[in-house]
């Protein structure tokens, strides 16, 4: 059975930095990705890498403060973010595609439950 379990999400002040991370089980995937849904909004993409060649693609909105990271031995991507903003404030879920994915949710097979970040000003 596949599963994808985050952790790390809490409240942090702006400017800060917080460091999710998503163990992957019952299999290996193609591409790991992150993506947030802040309160009225579509689910967004953040960042993603292709497990193979560790190669990344991030949203122009994070781009140079976001970092995405996998650990081969323990299955586990990484999400790090610094000089965090209120507008990051979100539920960040880890997403995992059997296939090569893209920044497009529907490119991805398996979803965790979802953490918390919020950033106050």
């Known amino acids: 059975q596949v599963q994808l379990v985050e952790s790390g999400g809490g409240l942090v002040q702006a400017g800060g930095s917080l460091r999710l991370s998503c163990a992957a089980s019952g299999r290996t995937f193609s591409t790991m990705g992150w993506f947030r849904q802040a309160p009225g909004k579509e689910r967004e993409f953040v960042a993603a890498?292709?497990?193979?060649?560790?190669?990344?693609v991030y949203a122009d909105s994070v781009k140079g403060r976001f970092t995405v990271s996998r650990d081969n031995a323990r299955n586990t991507v990484y999400l790090q973010m610094n000089s965090l903003k209120p507008e990051d404030t979100a539920v960040y879920y880890c997403?995992?595609?059997?296939?090569?994915?893209?920044?497009?949710?529907?490119?991805?097979?398996?979803w965790g439950q979802g953490t918390q970040v919020t950033v106050s000003s």
């Open positions: 890498i292709w497990w193979s060649v560790g190669s990344t």
């Open positions: 997403a995992a595609a059997r296939g090569v994915a893209t920044a497009s949710k529907n490119s991805y097979d398996y």
